[in-house]
């Protein structure tokens, strides 16, 4: 039996994934799908999210991407009709993601963007103010140009989460609601979890394998280059919907995004801040959002604000998540996915089933560990 240690979005769709593939797995997390899988906007844009130094997360963006239409429709299946039901099922869509350009600096940069897409053989359209405006007839009359990335895509993270709890719940996975206090750590190898003290819940559980996927707080755990990445953001509820796709732009030097799901939900994110665990809502952050947001759609003044959050992102040194061996018999990573956690998770999956054999050496976690050697508690030297 493998234990999966968290239950956001990484760590239940392995577990689903195992489970369909006919391993016994257990999923402990004392609040499963609370963190940064509940606050994310569920961008599925590997295109759009692109920078210059990350081409190896590009080829793991895209290829999970490819992977999420089977992913959500065997979901919605096994999830039962308690998803089917809901009309909307996993709110996935696959309209593109629009990046807009203000001052002629933004357009420059856009440009150059653009090129630098190009030459890696992406799918991205120049726009000019007037025809980005066609497509979303919201947008600032300032907005001068854009990019489209036709090919991008996005989902509803609490959805899927919580189709995802169905689907195990009906294939009877064990989900344990307890906090690992540590991993069990036997003649240099992993052999399950230790639990805090709970009422009701076993002090500890012994497995075969152990499967690291508790996000930001993966660090308290093993010995595993992740930090927290703060991010705030805000659900603005409209009857009407204000856009048709994702909409980003990069105002005063911060980027800022608009998500809409098909409820009519506009999520607007996300603040990035190196401040450790702290997951505060702050006045400057929703000023800053809601500031930007408004430069892009001006209309998003007149909606009501549903919730504000802040979630913390599993940060890496290279942005790149740690997927695979981790070094330690017996535990496996699969966390570090920083911005891109919902759109990584079927790939996470796949690749832990063995499925990516080519791109698993991307996300290998021995870029950091190096060869096999014995696990070291946190803080030992
Ligand atoms: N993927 C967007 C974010 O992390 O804010």
């Known amino acids: 039996m493998e234990v999966i240690v968290g239950g956001g979005i990484v760590g239940l769709s392995i577990a689903w994934r195992l489970s369909r593939a006919g391993r016994a797995v257990t999923v402990v997390d004392p609040a499963p799908a609370s963190g940064a899988s509940h606050a994310a906007a569920g961008m599925l844009a590997p295109v759009s999210e692109v920078t210059y130094t990350e081409e190896p997360l590009l080829r793991l963006g895209a290829a999970s991407l490819r992977r999420w239409p089977s992913f959500a429709a065997e979901l919605a299946a096994d999830a039962g009709s308690g998803v089917r039901d809901t009309g909307l099922g996993l709110d996935l869509r696959a309209d593109g993601t629009l990046d807009v350009a203000f001052g002629a600096d933004d357009l420059a940069a856009l440009g150059e963007l653009a090129a630098f897409m190009e030459k890696l053989g992406l799918r991205v359209e120049r726009l000019t103010g ?97 930090r927290p990445v703060k991010g705030q953001i805000v659900r603005l509820r409209s009857t009407e919907p204000l856009l048709g796709r994702c909409v980003r732009g990069t105002v005063h030097g911060t980027p800022v995004y608009l998500v809409p799901r098909g409820d009519g939900e506009l999520v607007v994110g996300a603040t990035q801040e190196e401040l450790g665990f702290d997951t505060r809502v702050t006045a400057g952050g929703l000023y800053e959002l809601l500031r930007d947001a408004r430069e892009l759609v001006p209309g998003v003044t007149e909606l009501e604000v549903a919730e504000v959050e802040a979630g913390l992102r599993p940060g890496t040194p290279d942005n790149v998540p740690l997927i695979g061996a981790s070094g330690t018999p ?22 832990l089933l063995g499925e990516e054999a080519e791109l698993a050496p991307l996300c290998s976690p021995e870029r950091h560990h190096g060869p096999a050697r014995p696990d070291a508690p946190r803080g030992a030297t």
Do not use: K, N, Y
């Open 130 to 226: 007037r025809e980005c405006r066609r497509l979303e007839p919201m947008l600032a009359p300032s907005v001068r140009g854009g990019l489209l990335a036709p090919g991008d895509a996005w989902v509803d993270p609490r959805r899927v989460t919580a189709a995802l709890l169905a689907a195990l719940e009906r294939r009877g996975v064990p989900l344990v609601r307890a906090r690992v206090a540590e991993l069990l750590r036997e003649d240099g190898a992993v052999r399950g979890v230790r639990l805090e003290p709970r009422q009701g819940t076993p002090s500890e559980i012994r497995a075969d394998g152990v499967v690291l996927a508790a996000g930001a707080w993966s660090g308290e755990l093993a010995d595993v280059p992740v």
């Open 330 to 351: 017996g535990l496996t990573l699969a966390t570090g996915h920083h911005r891109g956690g919902v759109l990584l998770a079927p790939l996470t999956a796949a690749i």
